[in-house]
């Protein structure tokens, strides 16, 4: 058995026991007004020797392909024009995070940014013989952040729930998310080991709600008969509030308390009546009454 030809690809960080690197932003938006700061922070997972490696930072703007601003490693940062210098600034923290600000923020500054890694990955290629190390970067991006400049404030989520339909062999889970601004706002579905589920989940994009420009969202999530009694969660993470809706305690809770609700009315309605029936008319007052009409 002889290969002609044979490819090995690794990360160079492997032999250390890292993984593939990984960036999480937050916030996922930003609603700032005129002359406001907006910071931003990329959470770096899987990047050995973090404060001398190099973090970037990029600026899209719809229509137009993404544009650097600056990158920072050890020292300070360098800027890919020097005018940027007085509005953007990064700098680096203890627990692998690197900050990123907008200062003197104005409505150019509208956009969506990105920090990003380069990552090393060296591949040994063997033809018979023979064999060379080849090396190559590529990007690792975070999650973004939508930098907004409106006329009006951000507003969380006036209301959200979850709706049930069962079915003969299946139960379809709907989270509803109602009147929020800005439109930039993520939702996950997760099980009950907090484990996010992706599978026969459907995402529909925000719609325009109301005439104030507020949005809402809904999301599906499907589940097989065999697993209708689990408990899913609904998480949605918008700049204003996180929060976390569940499909069985909230739904069962509501049905509970309608169900207790409706016992004590029937139990008063019929304390009521029996009091109504056991009162006995004196035949003065009814004799008065009768005269009168």
Same mark, same amino acid.
Request: with cysteine.
């Given at each position: 058995f002889?290969w002609? @030809? $044979?490819? !090995?690809? !690794?990360?160079?960080f +492997?032999?250390?026991g890292?993984a593939?690197?990984l960036?999480?932003?937050?916030? &996922?938006?930003?609603? *700032?007004?005129?002359n406001k700061t907006a910071?931003?922070? $990329?959470?770096?997972e899987?990047?050995?020797n !973090?404060?001398?490696e190099y973090?970037h ?7 137009k392909a993404?544009e /650097?601003?600056?990158f920072?490693?050890?020292g300070?940062?360098?800027?890919d024009?020097?005018s940027?210098?007085n509005k953007?600034s990064?700098? *680096?923290? /203890? ?5 990123f600000s907008?200062n =003197?923020i104005n409505s150019?500054d509208?956009g %969506?940014y990105y920090c990003?890694?380069w990552q090393?990955?060296?591949c040994? #290629?063997i033809?018979k013989?023979? +064999?060379?190390?080849?090396?190559y970067?590529t990007n690792?991006f975070?999650?973004s952040t ?16 979850i709706?049930?339909k069962n079915?003969?062999?299946q139960?379809?889970? #709907?989270?509803?998310?109602?009147? !929020?601004y800005p439109e930039v706002i /993520?939702?996950t579905w997760t =099980?009950e ?5 992706? =599978?026969? #989940?459907v995402q529909g =994009?925000?719609w325009?709600?109301?005439e104030?420009?507020?949005y809402?969202?809904? %999301?599906?999530?499907?589940v ?5 009694d689990k408990?899913?969660h609904c998480k949605?993470e ?6 976390? @809706? ?5 739904y069962?809770?509501l049905k509970?308390s309608?169900y207790?609700l409706?016992? &004590?009315? @029937?139990f008063l $309605? ?6 109504m029936?056991?009162?006995? #008319? ?5 004799a008065s009454w $009768?005269?009168?009409?």
């Open positions: 002889s002609s @030809l $044979c490819l !090995f690809c !690794f990360l160079s +492997f032999p250390d890292q593939q690197a960036l999480k932003q937050s916030p &996922i938006s930003i609603t *700032k007004g005129q910071r931003i922070e $990329c959470k770096a899987g990047i050995s !973090f404060q001398s973090i930072w990029y600026r899209h703007i719809p229509s993404p /650097r601003i600056l920072i490693g050890e300070q940062a360098s800027y024009d020097s940027y210098r953007y990064a700098s *680096k923290t /203890r627990e692998n995070t690197c900050a907008v =003197d150019n509208e %969506t990003a890694y090393y990955q060296s040994i #290629v033809a013989t023979l +064999f060379t190390v080849m090396g970067y690792a975070g999650s939508k930098l907004t400049v409106p006329g009006k404030v951000s507003s969380q989520p006036a209301h959200s729930e709706l049930q079915q003969e062999n139960t379809t889970y #709907v989270c509803l998310i109602e009147k !929020f /993520r939702v =099980d080991a907090h484990n996010e589920v992706t =599978d026969n #989940v =994009d925000p325009k709600a109301t104030e420009g507020e809402s969202i809904s %999301t599906w999530l499907t097989s008969a065999a697993n209708k408990n899913y949605y918008h700049e204003s509030k996180k929060h976390s @809706l569940q499909t069985q305690g909230t069962y809770m509970i309608f207790v409706l016992q &004590i009315s @029937l $309605c019929n304390k009521i009546i029996e009091i029936l056991s009162i006995t #008319v004196p035949e003065s007052i009814c $009768c005269n009168n009409s």
